[in-house]
């Protein structure tokens, strides 16, 4: 695994750098990797302290967030979307966005399910925040709630977090008796990567895969827990597919 650097000795290296959240799985974070993995595209991984102010990042890249890349002396790049099209301009292959404009519609419509605003990743955020504010001594989380809160009350996050689910169970159902082994098409996209590493987020990972901090764990089972059902079987054999077949394991943090 390579090295982590510092904002202020990252700043002055070439080539991509990308700002991670340092020793847990953020699922963002951890999709960007696994495209750099699988496209095989160095890059030089730079600290981020998470729910920390990170005025170093902040100041280089224009917040304070994980992930962010920066490649050569070009603009910073921190949405998903931006991410991923960066992957795949440095190395398009093997490409992660389907050439066909109905799956690639498609491909990015699932992904915005799972990493945009009232998505699975944000709503399963928001309560993570409400688990760790009830089973870790009451660690405050009010700043994070700021930056990332939608407004939108908890069973309205449990109810979209559900509600994705269900709609890639009906996808992959769809895939499987069509003989497809992905949520897109006859190939591996970025739906699949999302979906394996945001399935973290209330199903944890085998500690072979992901290794994960024991608090972080019990935040994804809390999770987990909240959403009154468990995660579908067609999802958590599809992830654990995935995890074998296109991630380097185990995970790094």
């Known amino acids: 695994m390579p090295a982590y650097v510092t904002v202020e000795e990252a700043i002055a290296l070439p080539g991509l750098r990308v700002a ?3 020793g847990v799985p953020g699922p963002w974070g951890e999709a960007v990797k696994a495209f750099l993995a699988i496209k095989a595209i160095p890059f030089t991984p730079v ?3 998470g729910g920390q102010p990170n005025e170093a990042l902040a100041a280089w ?3 304070n967030s994980a992930p962010v890349a920066v490649y050569g002396d070009e603009r910073p790049r921190a949405h998903w979307s931006e991410l ?3 992957a795949e301009r440095l190395q398009p292959e093997p490409p992660l966005i389907p050439a066909d404009e109905d799956e690639r519609t498609l491909m990015f419509g ?3 399910a799972l990493c945009g605003e009232d998505g699975f990743g944000w709503s399963a955020r928001l309560l993570t925040f409400d688990a760790i504010e009830r089973t870790t001594g009451g660690v405050p989380m009010d700043h994070m709630k700021r930056k990332f809160a939608s407004g939108a009350p908890l069973d309205h996050a449990v109810r979209r977090c559900r509600a994705v689910l269900d709609m890639l169970a009906r996808r992959m159902k769809t895939q499987t008796e069509a003989g497809r082994l992905y949520l897109v ?3 591996l996209s970025a739906a699949d990567i999302y979906w394996t590493v945001f399935s973290n ?3 944890p990972m085998d500690e072979t895969a992901c290794p994960m901090p024991d608090f972080y764990r019990m935040w994804t089972q809390t999770v987990g827990g909240m959403l009154g059902a468990p995660v579908p079987d067609i999802l958590i054999a599809h992830r654990e ?3 074998r077949e296109h991630f380097r394991l185990p995970m790094w943090f």
Do not use: P, Y
Request: no cysteine; charged share 15%; hydrophobic share 50%.
């Open 20 to 22: 991670f959240t340092r």
């Open 47 to 49: 600290i981020q302290e």
């Open 61 to 63: 890249t224009g917040q």
């Open 84 to 86: 991923l099209m960066l």
């Open 110 to 112: 699932i992904a915005h």
């Open 185 to 187: 098409g006859e190939t």
């Open 201 to 203: 987020m209330v199903a």
């Open 241 to 243: 597919r995935m995890l």
